[in-house]
């Protein structure tokens, strides 16, 4: 797998991974890797999926970062999706809705409580 970028741990990340030896060198920064770049990178899955995510605000970004499985594995999805939130983002949950319509889902609404609690499944 090919790292997309890598970050930094904040302090009690560095502290927490020292106490687990998750680390045998000096470098404390961690690959990121987009979902498509998770399941893709190996191996193609063929199996079926269901992704679940509540990420306060940043759906849509891990939506777009998994393009690749919504397009070809059609998998179910569980989504927590914050409207107030995803603005610090820079998106509306309206722009949420319209990608996820784009892929070709329909989305119902389960529940509504401090956040909008949506099942997309392709139409």
């Known amino acids: 797998m090919t790292a997309l970028s890598s970050v930094t741990l904040p302090k009690w990340g ?3 991974s020292q106490e687990l030896d998750l680390y045998n060198s000096r470098d ?10 998770l399941l893709f990178g190996d191996a193609i899955c063929n199996r079926p999926l269901l992704l679940k995510c ?5 759906e ?4 777009r970062g998994a393009a690749k499985i919504l397009k070809q594995l059609s998998p179910v999805l569980l ?22 319509k784009g892929m070709g889902y329909e989305i119902r609404l389960l529940n509504i409580d401090s956040e909008l609690h ?6």
């Open 28 to 37: 404390k920064s961690i690959p990121i890797q987009s979902l498509d770049g």
């Open 54 to 58: 509540d990420i306060e605000g940043a």
């Open 14 to 16: 560095l502290l927490l």
């Open 118 to 123: 949506w099942l997309c499944e392709k139409k």
């Open 79 to 100: 989504l927590s999706v914050h409207p107030n939130l995803c603005q610090k983002f820079g998106y509306s949950i309206t722009d949420t809705e319209d990608y996820l």
């Open 60 to 63: 849509l970004l891990v939506l």
